[in-house]
């Protein structure tokens, strides 16, 4: 069977960017993002796709704020031909101390790293016949912090929503890959100091890439070792823990 197209959603992503520079040899790609036309920024993703062999590139305008173009955006990328590999990689961090203010800012990080990666992932689901889907959890979201607790809870919800998922997936051809990555030092965590364990965006394509070749649904912590500190997270106790950094 020919291998699919590739939707890269959020498609200026570091992490998707990687992952899609691996994974694109030879398949047609769909960049579905955020105003593509600014400083050339659709161009240059398509460039450097291209670069790494894609077949062809396209990109549509996405934003996954808008929760009912969810849909249609991902029939229009299906219109030339199947999608086997969805790359959910939109998400913000947004600002916690505003969101504590705000409540505006706070459903704004709900809407974009909650509610659109449930209604996305599950119009992938319903649509995709084959292949894989990745989806970003965080450590942030394993248990929840005074620092980042808004984006933490987003994360929480989407971990459990993928968990859920990838059992209803349990059994066809169409696996979740589930990451959980630490601090990733990029784009998101510009000017922050990087916490212990922390990777950067290629580290993070290679272990979700390889966890898709194996050809199941799974969950991937990244790096391995976060799974002991992750374990040990989960027993300190709330006194001490209140007064962790993000
Ligand atoms: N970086 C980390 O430390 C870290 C750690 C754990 C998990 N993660 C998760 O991994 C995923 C990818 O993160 P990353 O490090 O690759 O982040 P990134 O480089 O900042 O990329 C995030 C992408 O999301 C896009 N985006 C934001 N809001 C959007 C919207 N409303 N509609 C469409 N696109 C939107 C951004 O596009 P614009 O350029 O238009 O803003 C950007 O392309 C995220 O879910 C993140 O939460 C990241």
Same mark, same amino acid.
């Given at each position: 069977?020919?291998?699919?197209?590739?939707?890269?959603?959020?498609? &200026?992503?570091?992490?998707?960017?990687?992952? =899609?520079?691996?994974? #694109?040899?030879?398949?047609?790609?769909? #960049?579905?993002?955020?105003?593509?036309?600014?400083?050339?920024?659709?161009?240059?993703?398509?460039?450097?796709?291209?670069? =790494?062999?894609?077949?062809?590139? &396209?990109?549509?305008?996405?934003?996954?704020?808008?929760?009912?173009?969810?849909?249609?955006?991902?029939?229009?990328?299906?219109?030339?031909?199947? !999608?086997?590999?969805?790359?959910?990689?939109?998400?913000?961090?947004?600002? +916690?101390?505003? =969101?504590?203010?705000?409540?505006?800012?706070?459903?704004?990080?709900?809407?974009?790293?909650?509610?659109? +990666?449930?209604?996305?992932?599950? %119009?992938?689901?319903? %649509?995709?016949?084959?292949?894989?889907?990745?989806?970003?959890?965080?450590? =942030?979201?394993?248990?929840?912090?005074?620092?980042?607790?808004?984006?933490?809870? $987003?994360?929480?919800?989407?971990?459990?929503? #993928? +968990?859920?998922?990838?059992?209803?997936?349990?059994? $066809?051809?169409?696996?979740?890959?589930?990451?959980?990555?630490?601090?990733?030092?990029?784009?998101?965590? $510009?000017?922050?100091?990087? *916490?212990?364990?922390? !990777? &950067?965006?290629?580290? %993070? *394509?290679? *272990?979700?890439?390889?966890?898709?070749?194996?050809?199941?649904? $799974?969950? %991937?912590?990244?790096?391995?070792?976060?799974? *002991?500190?992750?374990?040990?997270?989960?027993? !300190?106790?709330?006194?001490?823990?209140?007064?962790?950094?993000?």
């Amino acid at each position: 069977m020919s291998e699919g197209a590739i939707l890269l959603l959020g498609a &200026t992503s570091d992490i998707g960017g990687e992952i =899609a520079e691996r994974i #694109c040899a030879g398949r047609r790609v769909v #960049c579905a993002m955020r105003e593509p036309e600014r400083d050339g920024r659709g161009a240059s993703v398509e460039k450097r796709l291209l670069a =790494a062999g894609a077949q062809r590139v &396209t990109t549509l305008d996405f934003d996954a704020a808008d929760l009912e173009s969810h849909r249609p955006l991902v029939e229009r990328a299906m219109e030339e031909g199947e !999608v086997t590999t969805a790359i959910v990689a939109f998400g913000i961090l947004g600002d +916690q101390e505003l =969101a504590e203010r705000e409540e505006q800012e706070a459903v704004r990080i709900g809407t974009v790293d909650y509610l659109a +990666q449930m209604s996305m992932l599950t %119009v992938l689901a319903d %649509v995709m016949r084959r292949g894989e889907i990745y989806a970003f959890s965080s450590i =942030a979201g394993w248990r929840a912090r005074r620092a980042n607790y808004v984006y933490g809870s $987003t994360k929480a919800g989407l971990d459990a929503f #993928c +968990q859920g998922l990838a059992d209803r997936l349990h059994g $066809t051809d169409l696996h979740l890959i589930t990451a959980r990555p630490g601090f990733v030092i990029g784009s998101m965590t $510009t000017g922050m100091k990087p *916490a212990p364990l922390s !990777v &950067t965006p290629d580290v %993070v *394509a290679d *272990a979700v890439v390889d966890a898709a070749a194996r050809g199941k649904s $799974t969950t %991937v912590w990244i790096p391995r070792s976060l799974a *002991a500190l992750a374990f040990v997270m989960r027993l !300190v106790p709330r006194p001490i823990w209140r007064h962790m950094p993000r």
